[in-house]
């Protein structure tokens, strides 16, 4: 009964979470995500080009008929053609590794502005506050960025493991969906650790609490890769919508489990 209690808190923490934000005046901190999606629509438009020029270039070369030949002697259709067919590749490939990388990329660099937003959530729920000190909160952002690199690296791992058995029927369907539960695990632990970072738990700590709490955890990362989805307004709400969501879920999931005793 204490997974799916913590599975419908996670849920019901983000119904609680959007009138939170803009009953007190938290909605400024949509401005950041909104400006970091804008950047990387720019950069990952800007990368195509490059990145499919340097193949075609480097296709034309491995082929002799960057110097002309062959390609003059038909008209000189064969660069436009190629470089179509390699920029149909490149941009598939890119489509695929961003979309597996794209949470993760937001979190790193939106690290310091959850950090603070989940530290304002706390002060104004809950009456606590919390003395600004410029070393600490770089010590946050810094454990912020290692959770969140850990878990990208150990989320990859298992994935890695488990391409053998992705194209096997049943089994592969199987394991799809208990890797998409994985990866709402993992984005949800980094966004509880703010507020375990806060209450001066170990990273070990915080793993155990996590563990114990999973159900937060992966009904927030399933949020915030649904809203992922949604091109352009999910990189913008999602981040904002989802740490305040944890904040909120994780800071009563601790408090319960010091009243009850609870090593944590």
């Known amino acids: 009964m204490g997974f799916w209690k913590d599975v419908g808190r996670g849920f019901s923490s983000h119904v609680d979470a ?5 009953k007190n005046g938290l909605w400024v901190y949509f401005i950041y995500p909104f400006i970091l999606a804008v950047l990387l629509f720019i950069a990952g438009f800007a990368s195509y080009f490059v990145i499919k020029d340097m193949v075609v270039d480097w296709v034309m070369d491995l082929s002799g008929l960057q110097d002309g030949g062959l390609d003059d002697l038909v008209g000189g259709w064969i660069k436009p053609v190629l470089g179509f067919l390699v920029g149909l590749v490149v941009k598939i490939l890119l489509f695929f590794l961003f979309n597996s990388l794209y949470k993760y990329i937001v979190l790193i660099l939106l690290s310091p502005i959850l950090a603070l937003l989940s530290e304002r959530v706390e002060e ?4 606590v506050k919390y003395p600004f000190e410029f070393k600490q909160f770089l010590k946050d952002v810094m454990r912020g960025i290692l959770i969140t690199l850990r878990n990208m690296f150990i989320e990859y791992g298992i994935l890695f493991l488990c391409l053998f058995v992705l194209w096997i ?9 208990f890797l998409y539960f994985l990866s709402a695990y993992f984005v949800g632990f980094s966004m509880i650790d703010y507020t ?3 209450r ?3 990273i070990r700590q915080s793993v155990r609490f996590v563990r114990r709490r999973k159900g937060i955890a992966i009904s927030n990362g399933f949020i915030f890769n649904i809203l992922l989805l949604i091109p352009f307004v999910g990189i913008s709400i999602g981040p904002v919508v989802s740490v305040v969501a944890a904040t909120l879920a994780a800071s009563e999931a601790i408090d319960e489990d010091l009243q ?5």
């Open 18 to 22: 959007i009138p939170f934000i803009f």
């Open 124 to 127: 104004i729920k809950y009456g």
């Open 169 to 177: 029927p049943l089994v592969g369907w199987i394991a799809s969906i």
């Open 196 to 198: 375990s970072e806060r």
């Open 200 to 202: 001066r738990l170990r």
């Open 260 to 264: 009850s005793g609870i090593k944590i």
